[in-house]
Protein backbone atom coordinates (compact mmCIF):
# COMPACT_ATOMS: atom_id res chain seq x y z
CA UNK A 1 0.00 0.00 0.00
CA UNK A 2 1.48 3.50 -1.20
CA UNK A 3 2.07 6.12 1.56
CA UNK A 4 -0.58 8.95 1.92
CA UNK A 5 2.21 11.16 2.85
CA UNK A 6 4.34 9.91 -0.49
CA UNK A 7 1.37 10.41 -2.83
CA UNK A 8 0.47 13.88 -1.52
CA UNK A 9 3.61 15.19 -1.67
CA UNK A 10 4.17 14.00 -5.33
CA UNK A 11 0.60 15.29 -6.02
CA UNK A 12 1.66 18.55 -4.92
CA UNK A 13 4.90 18.80 -6.47
CA UNK A 14 5.32 20.80 -9.29
CA UNK A 15 7.52 19.07 -12.35
CA UNK A 16 9.33 22.22 -14.41
CA UNK A 17 10.53 21.00 -17.48
CA UNK A 18 13.24 23.38 -19.81
CA UNK A 19 12.62 23.30 -23.16
CA UNK A 20 12.76 27.00 -24.76
CA UNK A 21 11.57 28.67 -21.48
CA UNK A 22 10.74 26.74 -18.22
CA UNK A 23 7.39 25.05 -18.00
CA UNK A 24 5.40 23.67 -15.28
CA UNK A 25 3.02 21.01 -14.55
CA UNK A 26 1.54 19.18 -11.92
CA UNK A 27 -0.20 15.73 -11.38
CA UNK A 28 -3.80 16.00 -12.61
CA UNK A 29 -3.61 19.39 -14.88
CA UNK A 30 -2.63 19.94 -18.60
CA UNK A 31 0.03 22.12 -19.11
CA UNK A 32 -0.75 23.98 -22.30
CA UNK A 33 2.63 24.80 -22.83
CA UNK A 34 4.29 22.01 -22.05
CA UNK A 35 1.85 20.29 -24.80
CA UNK A 36 2.68 23.40 -27.40
CA UNK A 37 6.32 22.81 -26.65
CA UNK A 38 6.25 19.13 -27.35
CA UNK A 39 3.53 18.58 -30.24
CA UNK A 40 6.28 21.36 -31.72
CA UNK A 41 9.26 18.45 -31.44
CA UNK A 42 7.12 15.66 -32.86
CA UNK A 43 6.36 14.47 -29.08
CA UNK A 44 2.97 12.51 -28.25
CA UNK A 45 4.08 10.92 -24.62
CA UNK A 46 6.21 12.26 -22.28
CA UNK A 47 7.12 10.73 -18.88
CA UNK A 48 9.33 12.13 -16.34
CA UNK A 49 12.22 10.45 -14.38
CA UNK A 50 14.75 11.19 -12.04
CA UNK A 51 17.09 9.22 -10.04
CA UNK A 52 17.75 11.26 -6.89
CA UNK A 53 16.50 9.76 -3.43
CA UNK A 54 15.27 6.60 -3.77
CA UNK A 55 12.94 5.39 -1.42
CA UNK A 56 12.35 9.01 -0.50
CA UNK A 57 15.64 8.81 1.70
CA UNK A 58 17.72 11.75 1.17
CA UNK A 59 21.38 11.03 -0.40
CA UNK A 60 24.53 13.19 -0.49
CA UNK A 61 24.38 15.47 -3.37
CA UNK A 62 27.49 13.52 -4.96
CA UNK A 63 25.66 10.34 -4.54
CA UNK A 64 22.66 11.99 -6.19
CA UNK A 65 24.74 13.58 -9.24
CA UNK A 66 26.30 9.91 -10.04
CA UNK A 67 22.90 8.74 -9.69
CA UNK A 68 21.46 11.06 -12.21
CA UNK A 69 24.66 10.63 -14.77
CA UNK A 70 24.10 6.82 -14.55
CA UNK A 71 20.08 7.51 -15.22
CA UNK A 72 21.30 9.86 -18.42
CA UNK A 73 23.23 7.15 -19.87
CA UNK A 74 20.92 4.39 -19.57
CA UNK A 75 18.56 7.18 -21.11
CA UNK A 76 21.18 7.38 -24.20
CA UNK A 77 22.13 3.49 -24.89
CA UNK A 78 17.93 3.45 -25.25
CA UNK A 79 17.87 5.90 -28.10
CA UNK A 80 15.43 7.77 -26.19
CA UNK A 81 14.98 11.75 -26.64
CA UNK A 82 15.07 13.56 -23.39
CA UNK A 83 14.74 17.03 -21.56
CA UNK A 84 16.07 18.09 -17.87
CA UNK A 85 13.42 18.46 -15.76
CA UNK A 86 13.49 18.74 -11.73
CA UNK A 87 10.78 18.25 -9.29
CA UNK A 88 10.03 20.91 -6.56
CA UNK A 89 8.70 20.74 -3.45
CA UNK A 90 6.24 23.87 -3.52
CA UNK A 91 6.79 24.25 0.54
CA UNK A 92 10.75 24.23 0.22
CA UNK A 93 10.95 21.40 2.53
CA UNK A 94 12.51 19.03 0.27
CA UNK A 95 15.20 20.05 -1.97
CA UNK A 96 15.11 19.68 -5.98
CA UNK A 97 14.95 16.51 -8.06
CA UNK A 98 16.70 17.06 -10.89
CA UNK A 99 15.92 14.39 -13.65
CA UNK A 100 14.36 13.85 -17.43
CA UNK A 101 11.28 14.50 -19.33
CA UNK A 102 11.93 11.36 -22.04
CA UNK A 103 9.52 11.21 -24.96
CA UNK A 104 7.68 9.13 -26.83
CA UNK A 105 9.18 5.68 -24.88
CA UNK A 106 7.54 2.95 -23.73
CA UNK A 107 5.72 3.68 -20.43
CA UNK A 108 6.38 0.20 -19.12
CA UNK A 109 10.14 0.32 -19.63
CA UNK A 110 10.37 4.00 -18.33
CA UNK A 111 8.51 2.53 -14.88
CA UNK A 112 10.90 -0.19 -14.98
CA UNK A 113 14.07 2.01 -15.50
CA UNK A 114 12.61 4.11 -12.26
CA UNK A 115 11.93 1.01 -10.21
CA UNK A 116 15.40 -0.08 -10.89
CA UNK A 117 16.56 3.60 -9.80
CA UNK A 118 14.38 3.10 -6.33
CA UNK A 119 12.06 5.60 -7.72
CA UNK A 120 8.21 4.94 -6.29
CA UNK A 121 6.81 6.14 -9.11
CA UNK A 122 7.29 8.62 -12.54
CA UNK A 123 4.44 11.16 -13.87
CA UNK A 124 3.30 10.79 -17.36
CA UNK A 125 0.90 12.38 -20.15
CA UNK A 126 0.32 12.20 -23.50
CA UNK A 127 0.11 15.77 -25.53
CA UNK A 128 -3.30 17.12 -24.51
CA UNK A 129 -4.03 15.50 -21.46
CA UNK A 130 -3.61 15.60 -17.76
CA UNK A 131 -0.20 14.75 -16.27
CA UNK A 132 -0.91 11.47 -14.02
CA UNK A 133 1.32 9.52 -11.36
CA UNK A 134 2.42 5.87 -12.71
CA UNK A 135 3.37 3.66 -9.23
CA UNK A 136 6.62 1.35 -9.93
CA UNK A 137 5.80 -2.13 -8.79
CA UNK A 138 9.88 -2.47 -9.46
CA UNK A 139 10.38 -0.04 -6.76
CA UNK A 140 9.06 -1.72 -3.89
CA UNK A 141 11.33 -4.84 -4.94
CA UNK A 142 14.60 -2.71 -5.67
CA UNK A 143 16.56 -1.68 -2.35
CA UNK A 144 17.35 2.28 -2.22
CA UNK A 145 21.17 1.62 -2.37
CA UNK A 146 20.70 -0.30 -5.49
CA UNK A 147 21.74 1.29 -8.65
CA UNK A 148 21.24 0.46 -12.49
CA UNK A 149 24.37 -0.71 -12.87
CA UNK A 150 23.58 -4.14 -10.71
CA UNK A 151 20.20 -4.75 -11.99
CA UNK A 152 18.87 -5.87 -15.25
CA UNK A 153 16.56 -3.57 -17.20
CA UNK A 154 14.60 -4.08 -20.36
CA UNK A 155 14.99 -1.23 -23.07
CA UNK A 156 13.34 -0.41 -25.99
CA UNK A 157 14.42 2.21 -28.15
CA UNK A 158 12.71 4.82 -29.86
CA UNK A 159 13.24 8.25 -30.86
CA UNK A 160 10.45 11.03 -31.44
CA UNK A 161 9.45 10.30 -34.54
CA UNK A 162 10.80 6.76 -34.77
CA UNK A 163 9.94 2.98 -34.02
CA UNK A 164 10.85 1.59 -30.91
CA UNK A 165 12.74 -1.81 -31.19
CA UNK A 166 13.74 -4.29 -27.95
CA UNK A 167 16.91 -5.22 -25.81
CA UNK A 168 17.47 -6.56 -23.22
CA UNK A 169 20.83 -5.18 -21.49
CA UNK A 170 22.36 -6.57 -17.92
CA UNK A 171 24.26 -4.22 -16.42
Not at 41 to 58: M, Y
Not at 122 to 132: H, K, T, W
Request: aromatic residues 6%; charged residues 25%; proline residues 8%.
Amino acid sequence: MRESRLESAYRRAIYRVELSAPVEVRVGARSPELDAGLAALGVESWAIVTADNPGSRRLPAGENRRRRRELAAALDRAGWWHLPACGLDPDGRWPPEPGWLVGNAPLAALSELAGGFGQAAILSGRVGDEARLIWSEAAAQTPPESSLSRSSVITKEATPTGEPSTSKETR
